[in-house]
């Protein structure tokens, strides 16, 4: 069946009767995390007709309440549409069911601009669109080829925004699943699918089945802009775009972005890029320097320390600044053959590097130990120990692990 959100794209609130209601569950999926899931107890509410469109066609099931109640989910099975409310409905109860109208919008300016992007596509190039997703802030058509040139997304561009400035209608179509022109084998319809066969049509443009909703006049989709192209699968390419009010949001983000950075760099828009790149070389220069600064400190530290008269068996040294390489530096200029060096960099109460050189076999047994005592994780060998700590708070406690070690050495000889 087809219902009535399919038949009136843009109706927003009307009445129905509750046909069932029983006990379901749904898996919801935190933001940006799919391993943070949450599994919510609730009720499969179905009405006698719906304003609210489930998922299907590539677009995203809508949103809105039944009798003042959060919908969070809506599914098709068969020919009913099943909402997830979290409060039960009485069967037979007449309610007031109302549409969340702008991700409702949102998805039809989507929707109805994929269909008129796919159709000048495969007409000016012969690129045929093989799945398309709505993302969240961005859409996606993959078309069915590996490149698709600077030019032609120019002139797909150029073509769709004069269609919507034609101000085209679309139109909707239902036919029987028996009817001559219904190819029904070439549909990949679903198998439980019942009922009309939705035909979806820009005059003069293209006309494609389709469940999904969609505007009536192109002009409601205001404008697409085409960010660009994307590697797809294999030997296909995707097409990233925008249409309706996602490409004014786009803009309101890019000239406050705009304005920050021109704040920033002290210059206008045209100069944005020239300005990142002198900051970028003069970065890359420092960090050069840098570099080489701390290599020459590494060095004076280490032949400060190996001729320092208070050295002896356990020679320990924590700085804030530094890397792997400046404490094997150290290691390298001090001589570790009858010494243990024990060298940290990085918060001196948190996390950072650690290095513990110095005999082999002494190293080989402390080396675990002192990674378990920092609670980090480390590798080693050749007389080197090092690795990432979480708690270099406890260097004392390593100091003091080493210090033992050595009188134990001593005692046995």
């Given at each position: 069946?087809?219902?009535?959100?399919?038949?009136?794209?843009?109706?927003?609130?009307?009445?129905?009767?509750?046909?069932?209601?029983?006990?379901?569950?749904?898996?919801?999926?935190?933001?940006?995390?799919?391993?943070?899931?949450?599994?919510?107890?609730?009720?499969?509410?179905?009405?006698?007709?719906?304003?609210?469109?489930?998922?299907?066609?590539?677009?995203?099931?809508?949103?809105?309440?039944?009798?003042?109640?959060?919908?969070?989910?809506?599914?098709?099975?068969?020919?009913?549409?099943?909402?997830?409310?979290?409060?039960?409905?009485?069967?037979?109860?007449?309610?007031?069911?109302?549409?969340?109208?702008?991700?409702?919008?949102?998805?039809?300016?989507?929707?109805?601009?994929?269909?008129?992007?796919?159709?000048?596509?495969?007409?000016?190039?012969?690129?045929?669109?093989?799945?398309?997703?709505?993302?969240?802030?961005?859409?996606?058509?993959?078309?069915?080829?590996?490149?698709?040139?600077?030019?032609?997304?120019?002139?797909?561009?150029?073509?769709?925004?004069?269609?919507?400035?034609?101000?085209?209608?679309?139109?909707?179509?239902?036919?029987?699943?028996?009817?001559?022109?219904?190819?029904?084998?070439?549909?990949?319809?679903?198998?439980?699918?019942?009922?009309?066969?939705?035909?979806?049509?820009?005059?003069?443009?293209?006309?494609?089945?389709?469940?999904?909703?969609?505007?009536?006049?192109?002009?409601?989709?205001?404008?697409?802009?085409?960010?660009?192209?994307?590697?797809?699968?294999?030997?296909?390419?995707?097409?990233?775009?925008?249409?309706?009010?996602?490409?004014?949001?786009?803009?309101?983000?890019?000239?406050?972005?705009?304005?920050?950075?021109?704040?920033?760099?002290?210059?206008?828009?045209?100069?944005?890029?020239?300005?990142?790149?002198?900051?970028?070389?003069?970065?890359?220069?420092?960090?050069?320097?840098?570099?080489?600064?701390?290599?020459?400190?590494?060095?004076?530290?280490?032949?400060?320390?190996?001729?320092?008269?208070?050295?002896?068996?356990?020679?320990?040294?924590?700085?804030?600044?530094?890397?792997?390489?400046?404490?094997?530096?150290?290691?390298?200029?001090?001589?570790?053959e009858d010494t243990l060096l024990f060298l940290t960099?990085?918060?001196?109460?948190?996390?950072?590097?650690?290095?513990?050189?110095?005999?082999?076999?002494?190293?080989?047994?402390?080396?675990?130990?002192?990674?378990?005592?920092?609670?980090?994780?480390?590798?080693?060998?050749?007389?080197?120990?090092?690795?990432?700590?979480?708690?270099?708070?406890?260097?004392?406690?390593?100091?003091?692990?080493?210090?033992?070690?050595?009188?134990?050495?001593?005692?046995?000889?």
């Amino acid at each position: 069946m087809s219902f009535w959100c399919q038949r009136d794209s843009y109706a927003r609130e009307f009445s129905t009767t509750v046909l069932s209601c029983r006990p379901a569950e749904l898996q919801t999926i935190g933001k940006g995390d799919s391993k943070n899931q949450e599994k919510l107890s609730g009720y499969h509410v179905v009405l006698e007709d719906t304003l609210l469109f489930p998922e299907g066609g590539g677009q995203p099931d809508d949103r809105g309440s039944i009798a003042n109640i959060p919908v969070l989910r809506v599914t098709r099975r068969g020919s009913e549409a099943e909402h997830f409310l979290l409060t039960p409905l009485a069967p037979g109860s007449r309610v007031q069911v109302q549409l969340d109208w702008d991700r409702r919008f949102d998805h039809m300016q989507q929707h109805s601009g994929q269909h008129l992007i796919s159709a000048v596509a495969d007409h000016l190039f012969g690129l045929k669109t093989t799945s398309w997703e709505l993302g969240r802030f961005r859409s996606t058509i993959e078309l069915d080829n590996p490149k698709v040139l600077p030019e032609q997304v120019v002139a797909i561009e150029q073509s769709v925004n004069e269609k919507i400035r034609n101000r085209l209608p679309v139109t909707v179509t239902e036919l029987s699943p028996d009817d001559p022109e219904v190819k029904v084998k070439a549909l990949g319809l679903p198998d439980d699918h019942v009922g009309p066969i939705r035909v979806i049509t820009i005059e003069g443009v293209d006309s494609n089945m389709c469940c999904g909703t969609h505007v009536r006049n192109l002009s409601d989709l205001q404008v697409i802009k085409i960010l660009g192209t994307e590697k797809g699968k294999k030997n296909k390419t995707n097409l990233v775009f925008l249409a309706g009010n996602r490409v004014l949001k786009w803009m309101e983000r890019s000239h406050e972005a705009e304005k920050a950075l021109t704040a920033l760099l002290k210059c206008g828009v045209e100069e944005h890029a020239e300005a990142v790149q002198k900051l970028q070389n003069s970065a890359k220069l420092l960090q050069k320097n840098n570099v080489n600064l701390l290599r020459d400190l590494a060095i004076l530290t280490a032949h400060s320390l190996r001729d320092s008269p208070d050295r002896g068996g356990v020679i320990v040294l924590h700085r804030k600044d530094g890397d792997s390489e400046f404490m094997n530096i150290i290691a390298n200029e001090i001589g570790i053959e009858d010494t243990l060096l024990f060298l940290t960099v990085g918060d001196e109460k948190g996390a950072g590097l650690f290095l513990l050189a110095g005999p082999v076999e002494a190293v080989d047994i402390l080396g675990p130990r002192v990674a378990e005592l920092l609670q980090g994780k480390g590798a080693g060998k050749k007389g080197r120990f090092q690795g990432k700590a979480t708690k270099l708070s406890r260097r004392a406690e390593v100091q003091a692990l080493l210090q033992d070690y050595l009188a134990s050495q001593s005692a046995e000889e």
